[in-house]
């Protein structure tokens, strides 16, 4: 019999790999010269604010966003008229008019605002006259402490510059310094493509601004940026459009932004008084006091995880080169680079309190930037948020629970309107103003389950956490989501299957265009993952049990997951996928990833179907497509595959077209930049590394080949467990796991455990008794005879169950 033994011994090899790897610091993007465009710029921010920084010797750029800078006001963006065409576009499909309805959809089915975009602030420039010919340049962004730089030589002097947005002190701060004195000399205006005036005030420059007008909608986001400068020695002058530095040892840049947004129905805030506090606030602290208050609070997050996938000669390139090397050389250490760069990202445009990231997370500089940099919710925002539980950063999810209680309110009146519904609805995009309405014509925006698909990051939340206080707090939003599908939910006429009509597999379309459908696999799903989740919360918070009977009962005529005539999952009810389809959604996958109603063991036949699917759909693709497809192969256990699609995904772009990648900014390339692949790539990375959706906590369930040894400390698995481990030739050598919640901790693992104490032996069998475990039982699906199904196999695991108390930490070793 197969055993483990629980031990208190150290984890040597990982606190040494960490605690070297702190030592030295390769946790910076680095480059030897200065940004030439905006994608090769670096992001700071602080959830609110942000600044892309290009770094320039002698003509600095600081592109500047705050958070709620939107185009329009507040409004809604339903279309009553568009009411009566539902039924009719229903009833066409169910009759198999398919073209017409779509025609009727596109014709009739929208709204006349199609989302407001996301704008810039503006623009900080400063001017250092003579330093054109620079040399011994660098430029970094050091993701371990959330601090940029920028350094040269002039005339045998040494130039050096530091920005951060702090986190503590709400400004952007720029420190800019000499290695001999008087030798600062500069001078900084302030702009925006948006409608604005900039002015002095006394001994600060304002910029004051107000958001664009769009599709009708006056734009009253009413803004101001403000800017002040410390200096040690030299001059300072300032007149109406400029500050000028003369002879300065030290120069200190002080930026505040903010906006007169409130809410998204409330604009009544004072911009001037806003910014000008935080700005007073922060000049009045030293500034190595405000350097390490922002570190100190970045590092509370950002130190809960660390990745060490070991080193080479790669780490003394610029990263640049090494994104470029990166599928042909061997450079692990970007991979960890790349991991850590997406937390970075998260937690600089994500925070309580806060907007959730949008499309672009919160660094935009177009007035009319792609797809609005808006919120698109038929994937994009959902990704955004995939690393926030398992990396660790679980408060980081609050601005999206915020924005759901939001789009509950505002959402009533499309289900109501448009559906004729209780509840709410959301379809595939929305913004700042909570707008709810479909987006676009019907063939993208006829999609009611943006509500549906966001619902279940509450659910996932608890299940990380076990907080029942929240799950109580938020049991509203998923219980308006359900109300709405139980009220649209039609009988299709051949099966008599209960789905959504009209509906559609978000982007894609089964003939030439033609997205409209009923009972799209996605859509299945997504109810049968939602009623599931309701059904449960409303037992654990012993309230609402008929509402929970009427989900069970509707939950079993949902339609059931269909393997098609190519042996692939099907993405539509009607068997009509087709195998040379490398469209980069991949909508029907859901149920593998990010929901886990997919499994080898308990759904081997849907396993091998989702495979094939993925397959059909190929590697290559936009990049937030490669970021989700990297979480697909690790799901299916293949971590040589996960491994391509992030050395696909890690392929150099420069321009904003062409093939999905990496920038030289490391930011994703769609193209152009969406912030989504960050985010992809980074649970994706996890995935690889630790999966709990399936009744266990599988360890290494997806480890690469080309990782063979290496640690990680801090991840997160469901049931509120924290695992750290360190592995040596696939085979874990060093496990630590943390309870947090107490009750069963299942691991699962390629090879046993053991050391010298209370011995437990491999007896996990039959459903995990910890409750946060639970697995779906999913109904058996329907295969064309025209399928060949082989059979699939996978690796020997070895299974083990361990009581654990909350808050008690649990060792173990290999097994030798």
């Not at 629970?401 to 995009?429: I, P, Q």
Request: charge should be negative; proline fraction near 5%.
């Amino acid at each position: 019999m197969k055993q483990v033994f629980l031990t208190t011994a150290v984890i040597f090899f990982m606190v040494s790999c960490s605690s070297k790897q702190e030592e030295d610091n390769f946790l910076k993007l680095w480059y030897d010269k200065p940004a030439e465009t905006w994608n090769e710029a670096l992001p700071i921010g602080n959830g609110r604010i942000g600044a892309m920084i290009s770094g320039d010797p002698s003509a600095e750029h600081l592109q500047l966003n705050e958070e709620t800078v939107w185009a329009g006001s507040p409004h809604s963006n339903v279309n009553i008229g568009s009411a009566r065409y539902i039924p009719v576009v229903r009833q066409l499909i169910f009759e198999g008019r398919y073209k017409e309805a779509q025609e009727i959809a596109d014709e009739n089915i929208y709204s006349v605002q199609k989302g407001m975009p996301y704008q810039p602030v503006g623009d900080l420039h400063i001017r250092f006259p003579g330093h054109e010919n620079a040399s011994a340049y660098h430029r970094e962004l050091d993701i371990q402490n959330a601090v940029a730089s920028v350094s040269y030589e002039i005339g045998g002097v040494r130039y050096k510059r530091e920005y951060f947005a702090s986190f503590t002190d709400q400004v952007i701060v720029a420190r800019i310094s000499a290695d001999k004195p008087g030798m600062i000399t500069c001078n900084l205006t302030l702009g925006s493509d948006q409608k604005h005036t900039t002015i002095s005030m006394g001994n600060k420059l304002v910029l004051s601004g107000v958001s664009g007008d769009h599709e009708g909608i006056e734009g009253k986001v009413k803004f101001q940026a403000q800017v002040m400068t410390l200096q040690e020695g030299g001059k300072t002058g300032i007149d109406d459009t400029i500050i000028t530095v003369s002879s300065a040892s030290v120069l200190t840049v002080y930026l505040s932004m903010a906006s007169n947004f409130i809410n998204y129905e409330d604009i009544s805030g004072n911009p001037e008084e806003r910014a000008g506090n935080w700005l007073m606030d922060a000049i009045g602290k030293d500034y190595e006091v405000a350097r390490k208050d922002h570190i100190r609070f970045y590092r509370h997050y950002f130190d809960r995880v660390s990745l060490n996938l070991g080193m080479t000669d790669s780490v003394k390139n610029p990263t640049n080169t090494r994104i470029i090397q990166f599928g042909q050389g061997n450079d692990p250490q970007l991979a960890a680079l790349y991991f850590q760069f997406g937390r970075y990202l998260l937690i600089s445009s994500s925070r309580p309190g806060t907007q959730p990231a949008n499309l672009q997370g919160i660094w935009n500089y177009r007035i009319n930037p792609p797809w609005d940099s808006k919120y698109t919710v038929n994937i994009n925002t959902e990704m955004n948020y995939w690393p926030a539980e398992v990396t660790n950063l679980s408060e980081l999810h609050d601005p999206l629970f915020r924005m759901l209680k939001d789009l509950s309110v505002t959402g009533r009146e499309a289900a109501a309107k448009l559906y004729g519904a209780r509840g709410w609805v959301t379809h595939h995009n929305t913004d700042i103003w909570r707008i709810t309405g479909p987006v676009d014509r019907a063939y993208y925006g006829l999609w009611p389950m943006g509500g549906v698909w966001l619902s279940q990051h509450i659910w996932q939340h608890f299940l990380f956490t076990g907080d029942t206080g929240f799950l109580a707090s938020h049991y509203p939003v998923m219980k308006g989501a359900a109300q709405f599908c139980l009220d649209i939910l039609q009988e299709e006429p051949e099966n008599k299957w209960m789905v959504v009509c009209p509906s559609l597999s978000p982007e894609n379309s089964y003939q030439d265009g033609v997205s409209i459908a009923a009972g799209t696999t996605m859509d299945n799903q997504l109810l049968f993952d939602l009623f599931s989740n309701v059904i449960q919360t409303a037992e654990i918070l012993k309230t609402d049990p008929e509402l929970a009977d009427s989900l069970n009962d509707l939950r079993d005529r949902l339609a059931p997951m269909q393997i098609g005539k190519h042996t692939q999952l099907q993405e539509w009810m009607r068997d009509l996928d087709r195998p040379d389809d490398q469209h980069r959604h991949v909508s029907h996958l859901y149920g593998l990833y990010p929901s886990g109603q997919i499994s080898p063991q308990r759904t081997p036949e849907l396993f091998e179907a989702a495979r094939n699917s993925l397959i059909y759909r190929g590697d290559a693709s936009t990049g937030w497509s490669m970021g989700w497809k990297v979480c697909l192969w690790a799901r299916l256990l293949d971590g040589n595959h996960a491994y391509k699609l992030l050395t696909d995904q890690l392929s150099i772009v420069y321009e904003d077209r062409g093939h999905g990648g990496t920038y030289p900014n490391m930011l994703d390339a769609h193209p152009p930049f969406q912030i989504d692949g960050n985010f992809g790539c980074t649970a994706g990375i996890a995935e690889m590394l630790i999966q709990s959706h399936d009744g266990t906590i599988h360890l290494l369930p997806a480890l690469p080949d080309n990782w063979p040894d290496g640690s990680v400390n801090g991840l997160r698995a469901r049931g509120g467990f924290e695992i750290s481990m360190a592995w040596q030739e696939g085979r874990i050598r060093t496990l630590s796991v943390i309870s947090g919640l107490g009750g069963n901790c299942r691991l699962k693992v390629h090879h046993p455990l053991t050391t010298g104490q209370d011995i437990i032996p491999d007896s996990a069998r039959g459903d995990n008794p910890n409750p946060f475990f639970g697995t779906p039982v999913i109904r058996d699906p329907v295969v064309s005879e025209k399928a060949d199904l082989k059979g699939i196999v996978i690796k020997d695991t070895y299974a083990y169950d361990i009581p654990t108390k909350k808050g008690e930490v649990y060792h173990f070793t290999a097994k030798e």
